[in-house]
């Protein structure tokens, strides 16, 4: 069985290990328009485009993709076969062991939209600046001392995955730092109606974790989340068969925010993320969305 990925440390250290589950598989390296620089309207598909072209044209069997960067719609024609267990999915922060201790006006490094608005509503004395770069390249900053860098925040499941939980110096608290759709979890994706590799897919699959990334992805399309949104969802099992689904959405610059969790049967995930997410935007979380659009893309 080919299976497709990204070329990055993490994305092949994500793919052999799927590939020790399943038993046997060769890798194939496919570069992604992210890869190459292509940001286009900054959508998450760009990530994730080639290698579904690799799909479509029968070049790969089965992808394997980091959840959260799959987009909520996928190509016509390919579905989402199943996801092994997940990895923590929490948010850490490398260079500094409490959040709260860190002195006013310290700086802090993050990629990711969400978590500087996350980071800012926490705590608005701090200067919370964009990081780019993957995990070693962030890191690498964070050493350098002319990035003036106190602290970055981090997915804890991709530094465990690339053996690099010594850089962590705190976990960060899911109440207020809920992470994004889909973070800790892998996505193994394929044409609609291959059996061949739906099966090879259901036989590692874990039935909670798919459960989970199913109620967030809904949620999120529910919300019409895109990676200029500010949104923390996940999802966790408990007692009775049931899923807690929590979420979270603010301005980038953490001035206004909207939480809201629901329970629901873990056997219907899709329609509990899109009950929550009609919730929420009954409660204004499509004003504070559309505005959060407006001030991610007018400061990109």
């Known amino acids: 069985m080919r299976i497709g990925t990204r070329s990055s440390a993490l994305a092949l250290t994500q793919t052999r290990a799927v590939v020790e589950l399943l038993g046997a598989g060769e890798i194939v390296t496919i570069t992604t328009s ?12 760009r990530w994730v485009d080639a290698i579904e072209a690799a799909l479509l044209a029968g070049e790969i069997d089965l992808a394997v993709h980091s959840a959260k960067d799959l987009p909520g719609e996928l190509a016509e024609g390919l579905e989402l076969f199943g ?11 490398c260079g500094a062991s409490d959040l709260n201790q860190l002195a006013s006006g310290a700086r802090i490094g993050s990629s990711s939209v ?42 804890r499941a991709g530094l465990r995955r690339l053996a690099k939980e010594s850089q962590i110096g705190v976990e960060l608290d899911l109440d207020r730092f809920l992470p994004c759709p889909g973070q800790g979890a892998l996505a193994l994706q394929g044409r609609a109606g291959d059996e061949r590799a739906g099966r090879a897919a259901a036989a590692i699959t874990d039935a909670d974790t798919f459960a989970c990334l199913r109620a967030e992805r809904s949620l999120a399309r529910g919300l019409q989340a ?20 929590r979420a979270w959405v603010g301005l980038p610059d953490g001035s206004q925010w909207l939480a809201d969790r629901l329970t629901g049967d873990r056997s219907e995930p899709d329609e509990l993320g899109r009950e929550l997410a009609a919730r929420m935007r009954s409660a204004g979380a499509s004003a504070l969305l559309a505005q959060a659009q407006e001030m991610t893309v007018e400061h990109a």
């Open 226 to 245: 895109s990676c200029h949104t500010p949104l923390g969802a996940l999802a966790q099992p408990i007692a009775d068969r049931a899923l807690l689904l």
């Open 83 to 93: 996801t092994p267990a997940r990895e923590d999915p929490r948010d850490v922060l």
């Open 114 to 155: 969400r978590r500087r608005a996350q980071l800012r509503a926490t705590r608005e004395d701090l200067e919370v600046v964009a990081l780019a770069g993957n995990v070693d390249t962030r890191l690498k900053k964070l050493a350098t001392p002319t990035q003036r860098l106190d602290a970055i925040v981090l997915a």
């Open 34 to 45: 992210g890869d190459r620089g292509v940001d286009g309207d900054s959508d998450k598909s």
